[in-house]
C-alpha cells in the first residue's frame, strides 16, 4: 500500500482520550494512511491503551521531551507524501482525511491545509461560540500571519512532509505546550501557500483561557525570540500584538472574576497580565483592587467597566487570543 497520508498523533499520559483519537483516526474513510503515536513518556495507562492497537498502529516510545519533539519523532518515521497532526485529547470527524488531501491538492504551490474545528469542553459540551470567527475564516497570507495569532490548530492541519522538511520541522526548543504549532505555521508559508476548508473536521477540546495561558505560558519567550530573530521588524510587530490580544483577553477575565466576587481568579488573570508585561500599569492597578474591600474596588472602577463585568458575570469561559 503506498502511504498518502501519515497521522502523526503524540501523547503525554492520555489514557482517558488516546483510544478515542486513535480510533477517529483508524475509522476514517481513506485507505491510503498510516498512524504513528508517540508515546512521549507517559507514566499512566496510556501505553496499555495503546497496546489494544499494536498491528494497526505504529507505536513509538521516548522519554518525555514535549509535544514538539515528539511530532518530530512521528516526523521521522512517517512514510506519507503529507503529515496530518492529531492531538490526543482531539478527534477528528468522519471524512476529515479525504477532505484535507483534496484541498492541500488542488495546486501545487499548496504546502499546508486547515479545517475549521468545533470546539468542545472536557466533559464533551460543544462551545456555543465558533473558534475561527468570519474574519479568520480564509487562507491567511503571509502578511496576515505576522499581524495577529491565526487560528490554525494542529489537529486541523495537513501539511506536505516535504515542507516539513524544509522547515526542519518542530522547533525542539519547545519543551512544554504552547506556540511551537504558530512558529512552524510561519515557517511553511514562506515555502508556499496554504488553503482553508470551512468545514468543522475535528472536536477540539478547548480549556478556558487562564488554564490555557498558564499552560502555553513557558513557550511564549522561545516563540518571541525565534520570531523576532527571523522576521526581524514583522516579527517584532507581531509579539508586540500578540502580548496586547493577551493583556486584554487577561483583564476581561480578571474583571469578570471580581464582579463574581472570585478574587483569586482574578488575581490570577491580573499576576499573570503582568508577567507578559510587568510595566502594565492597567494589570498593576486592577490587581492591587483585588486586596481591597469590595466596596472600595467598586467604586475605584470606572461605570463602563464596572457595567460591562455586570453584564458578563455569567461568563465564565470566552475564545480569546
Not at 20 to 49: C, H, K, P
Not at 176 to 193: I, K, M, N, T
Not at 273 to 289: C, E, I
Request: aromatic residues 6%; proline residues 5%; charged residues 25%.
Amino acid at each position: 500500500m503506498a502511504v498518502v497520508v501519515s497521522a502523526v498523533i503524540p501523547v503525554h499520559n492520555g489514557e482517558r482520550t488516546i483510544a478515542r483519537a486513535v480510533e477517529s483516526a483508524l475509522t476514517q474513510n481513506f485507505s491510503d494512511i498510516e498512524v504513528i503515536v508517540v508515546n512521549d513518556g507517559s507514566t499512566d495507562s496510556t501505553r496499555e491503551v495503546l497496546g489494544r492497537y499494536l498491528g494497526r498502529i505504529e507505536l513509538i516510545e521516548q522519554a518525555q521531551a514535549g509535544p514538539a519533539a515528539a511530532r518530530n519523532a512521528g516526523i521521522e518515521a512517517a512514510r506519507g507524501k503529507y503529515v496530518a497532526f492529531l492531538d490526543a485529547d482531539d478527534a477528528w470527524l468522519p471524512g476529515k482525511l479525504a477532505a484535507m488531501v483534496a484541498a492541500i491538492e488542488q495546486a501545487s504551490t499548496v504546502v499546508l491545509a486547515f479545517s475549521d474545528v468545533v470546539p468542545v469542553f472536557e466533559t464533551g459540551e460543544v462551545l456555543a461560540a465558533p473558534l475561527i470567527s468570519r474574519e479568520c475564516a480564509h487562507a491567511p497570507s503571509m502578511d496576515e500571519l505576522l499581524s495577529r495569532w491565526w487560528p490554525i490548530l494542529p489537529s486541523s492541519v495537513i501539511i506536505k512532509r516535504e515542507t516539513l522538511r524544509q522547515c526542519g520541522g518542530f522547533d525542539p526548543g519547545f519543551r512544554s505546550p504552547g506556540y511551537e504549532d504558530p512558529l512552524l505555521w510561519l515557517l511553511a508559508r514562506e515555502r508556499g501557500e496554504f488553503r482553508y476548508v470551512d468545514r468543522p473536521l475535528v472536536r477540539y477540546r478547548h480549556a478556558p483561557v487562564l488554564e490555557r495561558m498558564e499552560k502555553y505560558a513557558r513557550g511564549l519567550p522561545i516563540f518571541k525570540e525565534r520570531v523576532r530573530r527571523h522576521f526581524g521588524a514583522a516579527g517584532a510587530a507581531l509579539v508586540a500584538e500578540l502580548i496586547k490580544a493577551d493583556l486584554s483577553a487577561l483583564g476581561h477575565q480578571g474583571v469578570v472574576a471580581m464582579a463574581s466576587g472570585d478574587r483569586q481568579r482574578a488575581r490570577r488573570a491580573f499576576r499573570m497580565a503582568l508577567r507578559r508585561h510587568p510595566l502594565h500599569a492597567r494589570s498593576a492597578l486592577r490587581l492591587m483592587r483585588t486586596f481591597l474591600p469590595l466596596a472600595i474596588a467598586e467604586v475605584l472602577s470606572s461605570p463602563r467597566r464596572r457595567r460591562a463585568a455586570q453584564a458578563a458575570g455569567a461568563l465564565r469561559y470566552r475564545i480569546e487570543v
